[in-house]
């Protein structure tokens, strides 16, 4: 296949946590962000298109090393990890240069994931669990240290108090579908997850994937509440700059689900289920390609 012409990403930046025992995103998911990206350039040569320039960047460098580059040519990829962690962890002087110099001012790009996408939202709601010891739910609701998308970000999809791991939901693999083509479908990892509420006209904003209405159903959603919880993954303009929020994980696969399983065997997931029903890794990563990584590329301007 031919080259089709220029495209805007060269470097793929992927940040993999503050030193000094800050840390921030899971480091085991900073491990599969970037073997996934690896990966996707040998889908990018098959479609013509220059494979990207992917390393990794500690937090403490993360101005010096995206001054280097051409933003317009950079993605900065934060992995997932506690939202309320990754708030923590960058510094005032970090979030301002991100989003007001690399995306607003300079045009850069940003992938972010589950928790990193509930961080980067103005406001998350999130039913996590009561310090009492019942162990319900009780809804936090959070203003972000660094606010990307102009909207808010609700979850967990899939609830579910589970006393002996500490944690408000179950896992699942859930089918998501690209917008614009109903037929474009894959089956891909949830765990914690939930879903974007864009504030209306505040931003320019473009959902790019959506959860099924049968598999929010599935899940414990009502009809009526599965219309306002579709918004899986978006595209949003920042500035001269544009960022992809997913609430799912492509980059999970059926070794994960076995690891997940042996940590944790006894809660609500059906491991076998979620490992059998995932799509194939072939699918998965030409779904994040052509569903959110191109339009990416693209621009959310020529969309």
């Known amino acids: 296949m031919s080259a089709i012409g220029t495209f805007a990403i060269r470097h793929v930046l992927i940040y993999s946590g503050h030193g000094k025992n800050l840390s921030g995103p899971y480091l085991d998911n900073v491990a599969k962000q970037i073997d996934m990206f690896h990966l996707l350039n040998r889908y990018r040569i098959e479609d013509g ?8 960047v500690a937090g403490e460098n993360l101005i010096s090393e995206l001054t280097k580059k051409n933003p317009q040519e950079t993605l900065l990829v934060i992995p997932a990890g506690p939202s309320s ?8 002087a970090q979030t301002a240069f991100i989003k007001t110099e690399f995306l607003a001012r300079q045009g850069g790009h940003l992938y972010a994931t589950c928790g990193a996408s509930y961080m980067m939202s103005s406001i998350r709601e999130y039913n996590g669990l009561s310090n009492n010891q019942s162990k319900e739910f009780e809804l936090s609701i959070t203003a972000s240290r660094f606010p990307l998308f102009e909207g808010i970000a609700k979850g967990p999809l899939c609830s ?4 002996k791991y500490n944690v408000a939901f179950y896992s699942d693999a859930i089918t998501v579908a690209a917008k614009k083509n109903k037929e474009n479908r894959c089956t891909i990892y949830l765990s914690g997850g939930g879903s974007f509420f864009p504030y209306k006209e505040s931003q320019k904003v473009k959902v790019l994937v959506r959860y099924l209405s049968s598999e929010l159903i599935r899940i414990g959603k ?8 579709a918004n899986a993954a978006i595209l949003a303009k920042v500035g001269k700059g544009a960022i992809v929020l997913s609430m799912f994980h492509p980059e999970n696969g059926p070794q994960d689900i076995e690891e997940a399983a042996q940590s944790f065997p006894h809660c609500r997931t059906n ?9 194939s890794l072939d699918t998965r990563m030409r779904f994040v390609l052509n569903a959110m990584l191109y339009p990416l590329e ?3 301007a020529d969309t």
Do not use: M, Q
């Open 49 to 56: 298109r220059p494979p990207w320039a992917v390393s990794a």
């Open 85 to 92: 962690h990754l708030d923590k962890v960058f510094s005032a």
């Open 160 to 163: 579910y108090p589970e006393k």
């Open 222 to 229: 009502t009809p009526e509440e599965s219309k306002d919880w």
């Open 271 to 279: 491991w076998t289920a979620v490992k059998d029903n995932l799509s």
């Open 298 to 300: 693209k621009r959310i």
